[in-house]
């Protein structure tokens, strides 16, 4: 791998160079971790004017910080010294002006106010400019290693549901549920839950980022799952929705297919080249004419990578178009106040159709079904 991180590193270099900045400070942990293989907690990337420049600094190791994460190993690593050894990114930043950098590329979204106050007066010298999303951007088109892990953490996700599936329901707590859920992507492999998993019952079903509460599973509740593993450090999600107990009702039934034909219209227009703002709207559109146009969620999908939501964001503004190797969410949903609702979520890659079109990473079943 360490040839993939240098090249990344390469690209992003190659960047800075045409921008005019000699030398560029990484700071925001996802993308530290894309360029040096690992992110210590607090680390920072220094990327130089040449390859052998290039320093991942960290504070000194901690009791409660333990470092497992293995950075690339043609990456020079500077420790700085005793527990804590103050700030990477501004001991960074004195580094990089004492190889007569004279300009500086930092991630001024990511920085605070007094970081990058730091920053100038370790380097007074050294001219501070902004290194903007050039490495969100870089992170967007995912290699095959990277789909890879996708996939596994997809399939930790299905297996996880599928067994929660089948244990009994009823009576259980949207709190309790999610825990077990939780507990099964570490039992599976998972490095852990991607983001919070969310389980919602009754009226609750079909609320998007529902946390969960202590209202119990009964006969006759939607319920809504969304659930996502993170597998080497890669995050994926899935999201369904079934019924509880009982052959579902025809509002149920019907609310169900408007949502999955929805969720179908944007998986189906998952090509390169198709503008963002189109994937939103083939799935809103199905919406909005059965006159749910009120409570939409204000996007249908996003990237998944490092972290849970990243570029692309499929919504009515979004700008720029797809690529192929882009991985992504599709998870229209309706919630009807006080009666529950549907949300279906899938990841999948961006495929052109020679290839077969796009990806399905989480295959558990979309069918209604009644637990």
């Keep these: ?73 043609a990456l020079r690593v500077q420790t700085l010294p005793g527990a804590g050894g103050g700030d990477p990114a501004v001991a960074a930043a004195g580094i990089a002006a004492s190889q007569g950098a004279d300009s500086l590329a930092v991630e001024e979204h990511h920085l605070t106010v007094a970081r990058h106050r730091a920053l100038g007066s370790v ?34 996700a299905d297996q996880a549901l599928g067994e929660l599936l089948e244990s009994i329901l009823v009576g259980r707590t949207e709190r309790h549920l999610a825990l077990e859920l939780e507990r099964r992507l570490v039992d599976h492999g998972a490095d852990g839950p991607a983001f919070p998993t969310s389980v919602a019952t009754g009226p609750n079903a079909g609320r998007p980022g529902h946390r969960p509460t202590d209202r119990r599973v009964e006969e006759g509740d939607f319920l809504s799952v969304c659930l996502g593993a993170t597998y080497r450090g890669y995050r994926c999600e899935i999201g369904r929705t079934f019924v509880i107990g009982t052959a579902p009702a025809d509002w149920q039934i019907e609310l169900y297919d408007l949502v999955f034909a929805a969720q179908r219209a944007g998986r189906e227009s998952l090509v390169p080249g198709a503008a963002c703002r189109d994937v939103d709207r083939a799935a809103r559109q199905v919406l909005d004419s059965a006159g749910y146009t009120e409570g939409l969620t204000v996007l249908t999908g996003h990237g998944v990578g490092l972290e849970i939501d990243e570029d692309p964001q499929l919504s009515p503004a979004a700008m720029g178009k797809l690529d192929a190797c882009v991985p992504v969410t599709v998870e229209p949903g309706v919630h009807l106040p006080g009666r529950g609702g549907v949300r279906i979520d899938d990841t999948l890659v961006v495929r052109p159709e020679a290839d077969g079109g796009p990806e399905l990473l989480t295959i558990t079943t979309k069918e209604l079904l009644a637990l």
């Design 123 to 156: 380097a007074p010298r050294l001219r501070l400019a902004g290194l903007g999303s050039a490495v969100e951007q870089l992170r967007v088109v995912k290699d095959e290693e990277e789909i890879s892990c996708l996939r596994i953490g997809a399939e930790i």
């Design 1 to 73: 791998m360490s040839e993939v991180y240098a090249a990344r590193r390469t690209r992003l270099r190659d960047y800075c160079n045409a921008g005019g900045s000699a030398a560029a400070l990484v700071s925001r942990p996802a993308n530290v971790r894309y360029l040096a293989g690992a992110a210590p907690h607090g680390a920072v990337l220094l990327l130089g004017r040449t390859e052998e420049q290039d320093l991942l600094v960290r504070a000194g190791p901690t009791a409660d910080r333990p470092t497992q994460e293995r950075p690339d190993e």
